[in-house]
C-alpha cells in the first residue's frame, strides 16, 4: 500500500481540522461585538461616497484585531459590489512588505493585476493609485503589523496627504500594532496629517477563551472526543499566559495531535499538559517575531548577556545567576543597534521597551535590594537564552 493511502484511511478524531488552526477565520466573532459595531461606523462613510477616518487598532498577539478587520472590511467590500458603490479594501502584511515601496507595490497589485510595477519609483506607483482612487473608488488599506514598516513615517504621510490630490475618492488607512506606543515615535507632521480614531483590544479572559474554544471544538472534533476539562484547562493556561485566543487554539490542536499519534480518541488534561510544552516555543516565537525591531534589539541585548555572564554579585559575595543590570543591558543593546546601523533609542524609550517586554513575560524585572550596591532595575529572562537566541537571529537580518 502507499504511504500516504495508508495514512489517510486511518480514522481521524478531527472533522475538519482547519477550523482549530490559528489561520481560521470564525464567523462569528464572540466577544468582539463592540469592536465590530466602532469599526463598521468609521467604514460608513465608504459607502455613502465620502472618506472614511484613519484608523489605528492596538493590542496583544491573539486579541482579534486581524480577525475583526477582516470580518468587517470583507463584508464591506460584498456590500459595496451588490449595492453598486465603490468601496474596497486591501490587506497588507508588513511583516512581509516592510518598507514604503513594498507596500506600494502590494497595494497597486490588486487594481492593476496584469502590470509589472517592478522597477517604477514609489511616486509613480502612488500615482497609479491615486489614479485609480479618482475614479470615485474609496479604499481602505489595512496594514497589519504597521510598526514593521521601517520608514514608516514616510508612507504615513505620503498616504494621507495624497487625499488632498484625490478629488472624486479617497485612501483610508487602518494600522494594525501590537505595540500601543508605535505612533508616538512618528514625527509630528506625520501624526498632524492622520485625523485618525484608535481603538485597543484587550486580551480575552478565560471565560472568554474557554466559550471561543468550545465553538472550535464543535467544528473541528467528532462529537465527545475533547473533554470539557481538556478545554477548561487549555482556556486558564491561555489566559494565563497572555490572554491569547491563538494559543488556546494552538493548545487543543497539538493535543488533538498528540491523542491521534497514541491511538487515541480521547483528549484529556493529559494531551493538553503535553501539548503545552510543544507550544511553548511557537507561542514565544509568535511573541518575539512580532515585537517591533527595536525591542527585539534589547531582548537580544539581554539574551547575549544572560549567556556570556555569570551574573551579579552582592556585596555579601553571594552570586545572583542570570540576573542583570539595567544599565549594562542598555548599553549592549547600543552596541548592536550601531553594529546593525540602527538608531539608538533614548533612555526614556528602552525604559518603556523592558516594561512592555516585561508584560509579555519576555523578561522578569525587580528594583535593586539589600545587599546590591546602587538603586537600579534588575532584569532576568524569562526563558532559556539559548531558544531565545536562535528565534531572534532569525528575525534580526
Not at 250 to 260: F, H
Not at 292 to 302: F, N
Request: net charge positive.
Amino acid at each position: 500500500m502507499n504511504l500516504f493511502e495508508k495514512e489517510l484511511k486511518k480514522e481521524s478524531i478531527f472533522k475538519d481540522r482547519n477550523a482549530i488552526s490559528q489561520h481560521y477565520f470564525p464567523k462569528e466573532l464572540p466577544f468582539r461585538e463592540k469592536q465590530i459595531e466602532e469599526i463598521t461606523k468609521i467604514l460608513a462613510p465608504a459607502l455613502k461616497g465620502k472618506k472614511p477616518d484613519n484608523l489605528f487598532l492596538y493590542g496583544k498577539v491573539g486579541t482579534g484585531k486581524t480577525t475583526v478587520t477582516m470580518h468587517v472590511t470583507k463584508q464591506m467590500e460584498e456590500f459595496s459590489k451588490k449595492n453598486n458603490e465603490q468601496a474596497e479594501y486591501n490587506y497588507i502584511n508588513c511583516r512581509n512588505h516592510n518598507s514604503k515601496y513594498k507596500v506600494l507595490i502590494k497595494a497597486v497589485k490588486k487594481f492593476y493585476p496584469k502590470e509589472n510595477f517592478i522597477g517604477y519609483s514609489a511616486g509613480f506607483i502612488q500615482e497609479k493609485i491615486m489614479d485609480y482612487c479618482n475614479q470615485e473608488n474609496h479604499l481602505v488599506l489595512v496594514l497589519d503589523e504597521i510598526d514593521k514598516v521601517k520608514d514608516l513615517d514616510e508612507l504615513i504621510y505620503s498616504l494621507s496627504r495624497s487625499n488632498d490630490e484625490i478629488e472624486k475618492g479617497s485612501i483610508s488607512l487602518i494600522g494594525i500594532s501590537n505595540n500601543l506606543l508605535f505612533k508616538e515615535k512618528l514625527d509630528p507632521r506625520t501624526k498632524s496629517s492622520l485625523c485618525e480614531k484608535e481603538m485597543v483590544f484587550p486580551p480575552y479572559n478565560a471565560e472568554e477563551l474557554r466559550a471561543i474554544l468550545n465553538s472550535r471544538v464543535e467544528l473541528a472534533f467528532f462529537l465527545g472526543i475533547v473533554s470539557d476539562s481538556a478545554i477548561n484547562l487549555a482556556a486558564a493556561i491561555a489566559a494565563q499566559e497572555s490572554g491569547d485566543a491563538r494559543t488556546a487554539v494552538m493548545l487543543l490542536l497539538r493535543a488533538g495531535e498528540i491523542a491521534e499519534q497514541n491511538n487515541s480518541r480521547n483528549v484529556t488534561d493529559i494531551e493538553v499538559q503535553k501539548a503545552k510544552k510543544k507550544v511553548e516555543q511557537d507561542i514565544i516565537f509568535n511573541m518575539i517575531s512580532t515585537l517591533p525591531e527595536q525591542q527585539q534589539l534589547v531582548l537580544k541585548a539581554i539574551t547575549l548577556l544572560s549567556m556570556s555572564t555569570k551574573g551579579i554579585k552582592k556585596i555579601t559575595g553571594q552570586e545572583e545567576r542570570g540576573v542583570l543590570y539595567s544599565g549594562e543591558v542598555y548599553e549592549k543593546y547600543k552596541q548592536l543597534a550601531l553594529q546593525l546601523k540602527e538608531s539608538v533609542v533614548s533612555p526614556r524609550w528602552y525604559r518603556q521597551y523592558i516594561t512592555e517586554l516585561e508584560m509579555y513575560g519576555l523578561i522578569l524585572t525587580s528594583a535593586s535590594g539589600p545587599g546590591i550596591k546602587g538603586q537600579t532595575k534588575l532584569i532576568k529572562l524569562g526563558f532559556e537564552p539559548e531558544k531565545i537566541n536562535k528565534i531572534l537571529d532569525s528575525q534580526l537580518k
